[in-house]
C-alpha cells in the first residue's frame, strides 16, 4: 500500500486514538493554554461529527496543577508530582468537558495504571469501560493515574501509555501531537535536517537522532514518541507523528507529520508492554534446554530449566529469563516470588507437587505471559 493509500486509510480510521502532550497544551510559563486546547478539542469534535470514535490520551495534568501550588517548574519528587496531578486532574478535566459540551460531546475521565494492561481481569474491564462509553458517544479521556502510580509501576510517560490504548481499544490509527511537527534525521535546529515522511520499519530510523528531551513540563521526547509508534505499528496500527497545530489536517489524512506504517499484527497487549515498556525486577539464569524450549517450541518455563535466581521480585512481576552464556532471551511475569524459588530449582513439577503440594505444579513463567526476544534488548526502558 503507498503513502497515499495508507494515509486515506488512517483519514478513514473508524476509531482513532490521539494523544497530546504537555508541552502542546501549556504557555511558555507552564499553565493551560486555553487558546491550544480548544483548537485541539475543535478537531476531535470535527473528526466525531464525521462519524468516527475518538479517544483521547491528554497530559497535562501536573501542568495544570502548578499555578495553584504556587510550583514555578515540574517537581521532581513523586510526592509533589502526585499532589500537583491531583489538584491538576480536575481543572484539566475542567476544561475539556466545557470545550467538547459546546460540541454537544460528553467526556468521560479513564484513569489507568499498569495493573489495567497487564493483569487479565483488569484489562478486560478496562476494555468494556472504553467500549461502553463509545456506544454511549462519550470522548473518553485518559491519563495514567499519577496520583496512585509508584516509581516502581508505572508507564512513565503518556506516549507509551497511549500505545498501549490503541492496543486496548482495537483502534485503527494513532495520532502522536507534539511540539515538532514531524520526525527529522537530526535535530530540527540543525542545518540540514531534513523531515522524515515515512518509516517503512527499523531500517528507516537507522542513524537518526531521536534523543531531544521533553519540555519542562512533559516526561517524554522525541524518543518516547518513536517508541509508541513501535509499540503500535508492531501490533498493526497506522502511526502519525505531528504537531498538534496539525490534528486536524492529520485526521483528515494530509501529508503532515510522519507516518509510521504497521509492521506486525495485534497481540495481547500485556505482551506488548511486557517487551516494550516494563522493567524486568530481576533474571532467571536458564539451561541450554530450556531456552531452546521457549525459543524453538513456545513452551512455559518450568523449575527444572532454571539454574539461579537474581533480584528480589515478587509473583506477577516481570523478569528476565537469561540463557548460559548471560545473553537476554525473553521476558515474562514469574509466578513465583524470588525467595521460594531456589528450593524449587532444576526439579520436576512433579516432583515438587508430590513433595511440597499441589500449588507447587505451576509453570515459573507460563508460555502466554513471556514475549522471546528477537535479539538482545538494547535497553532497559523505565516504566
Sequence with gaps: MGTGDRR?????AARVVVKV????????????????????????????????????????????????????????????QQAAASVGQGLLMGY?????????????????????????????????TFGRLLELGVVPIV?????????????????????????????DALVLLSDVDSLYTARPSEPGARRVVEVH???????????????????????TKVEAARIATTAGIDVVLTSAAQV????????????????????PTRLLWLRHASDARGSLRLDAGAV??????????????????????????PVDLVGP???????????YDADELPALLGRSTRELAAELGAGYDRTVVHRDALVVFDEVPARTPTI
Design 325 to 335: 552464556d548471560g545473553a537476554v532471551v525473553a521476558r515474562g511475569l514469574v509466578n
Design 21 to 80: 502532550g504537555s508541552s502542546s497544551l501549556t504557555t511558555p510559563e507552564g499553565g493551560i493554554d486555553p487558546a491550544r486546547i480548544e483548537a485541539l478539542v475543535d478537531a476531535l469534535a470535527a473528526a466525531r461529527a464525521a462519524g468516527r470514535e475518538v479517544v483521547l490520551v491528554s497530559s497535562g495534568a501536573i501542568a495544570a496543577g502548578l499555578a495553584p501550588l504556587a510550583l514555578r517548574s515540574r517537581p521532581r519528587d513523586l510526592a509533589t
Design 248 to 267: 486536524a489536517a492529520a485526521l483528515r489524512g494530509e501529508p503532515v507529520g510522519t507516518w509510521f506504517h504497521p509492521t506486525g499484527k495485534r497481540r
Design 143 to 171: 491519563n495514567e493515574n499519577d496520583t496512585v502510580a509508584t516509581h516502581e509501576i508505572r508507564f512513565g510517560d503518556n506516549d507509551r501509555l497511549a500505545a498501549l490504548v490503541a492496543h486496548l481499544v482495537h483502534a
Design 96 to 128: 475539556y468537558t466545557h470545550l467538547f459540551a459546546a460540541h454537544d460531546l460528553g467526556v468521560g475521565q479513564v484513569l489507568l495504571t499498569v495493573d489495567d494492561v497487564t493483569r487479565h481481569g483488569h484489562y478486560r474491564n478496562a476494555f468494556r
Design 201 to 223: 520499519g527499523e531500517e528507516d530510523l537507522a542513524g537518526l537522532d531521536v534523543s531531544a528531551r521533553g519540555s519542562a513540563v512533559g516526561t517524554g521526547g522525541m524518543v
Design 292 to 317: 531452546r524450549a521457549l525459543v524453538e517450541r513456545h513452551a512455559s518455563l518450568l523449575p527444572a530449566g532454571v539454574t539461579s535466581v537474581d533480584g528480589a521480585f515478587s509473583a506477577g512481576e
Design 8 to 12: 486515506a486509510a488512517v483519514a478513514g
